[in-house]
């Protein structure tokens, strides 16, 4: 069964760190992009960061400086680090998998989520 | 514009269909396929269409998926219960280098 599984979230002050990790089975890992897209309650889902299977990384001007994703192949998990946390960075946190069919990438399976709450 | 803009909510019956859009610009929609997400209470999304049209195996054909120029919708006949869900439109966006979400669309079953 292919399953993503997340964990590390939790409550951290602003300004601090996080990592999350995503645990991948039932597929080859080392073949697919990874993403991780974030929900907060009031403004749905926001991309977050892909890797792709080569290595190359993006990230869009909200986390860019503050988060890097990254991912282990040999154990199979995807992860995200997280510094300089902000109130805004509140959500929950999936990791999906990404399938290429041309265009816009195209994340057809996902984990459960794991939550992240920055406050003091 | 590098923003996707779906209504807040929808509603039909059961048994009727119901048709939610997406509108982007030049920079997403325009120039890049789209994808549908549904995500039913307390659960993760799931991809739902792909590709403008394509439905993953699995997915019913009742959902539908269509594009043209900067704008996208998706199409449920005979409604459901279990159709009630929040659903995403997502694009990939040239300016941003990434994805771009649709801020969704809470469609509740009468």
């Known amino acids: 069964e292919v399953q993503l599984v997340e964990s590390g979230g939790g409550l951290v002050q602003p300004g601090g760190s996080l990592r999350l990790s995503c645990a991948a089975s039932?597929?080859?890992?080392?073949?697919?992009?990874m993403h991780w897209v974030r929900q907060t309650t009031g403004r749905g889902l926001e991309w977050v960061s892909t890797i792709s299977s080569a290595g190359d990384t993006y990230y869009p001007v909200s986390v860019k400086g503050r988060f890097t994703i990254s991912r282990e192949k040999a154990t199979n998990t995807l992860y995200l680090q997280m510094n300089s946390l902000r109130a805004g960075d509140t959500a929950v946190y999936y990791c999906?998998?990404?399938?290429?069919?041309?265009?816009?990438?195209?994340?057809?399976?996902w984990g459960q989520g794991t939550t992240v709450s920055v406050s003091s | 514009q590098s923003v996707l803009t779906q209504p807040p909510s929808a509603s039909g019956t059961p048994g009727q269909g119901v048709t939610i859009s997406c509108s982007g610009g030049s920079s997403n929609i325009g120039r890049n396929t789209v994808n549908w997400y549904q995500q039913l209470p307390g659960t993760a999304p799931k991809l739902l269409i792909y590709s403008n049209n394509q439905r993953p195996s699995g997915v019913p054909d009742r959902f539908s998926g269509s594009k043209s120029r900067t704008s996208a919708s998706l199409a449920i006949s005979g409604l459901q219960s279990e159709d009630e869900a929040d659903y995403y439109c997502?694009?990939?966006?040239?300016?941003?280098?990434?994805?771009?979400f649709g801020g969704g669309t809470k469609l509740t079953v009468l």
């Open positions: 997502a694009a990939r966006d040239d300016s941003l280098n990434g994805v771009l």
């Open positions: 999906a998998r990404g399938n290429d069919y041309g265009g816009t990438p195209t994340m057809d399976v």
């Open positions: 039932g597929f080859t890992f080392r073949g697919y992009d």
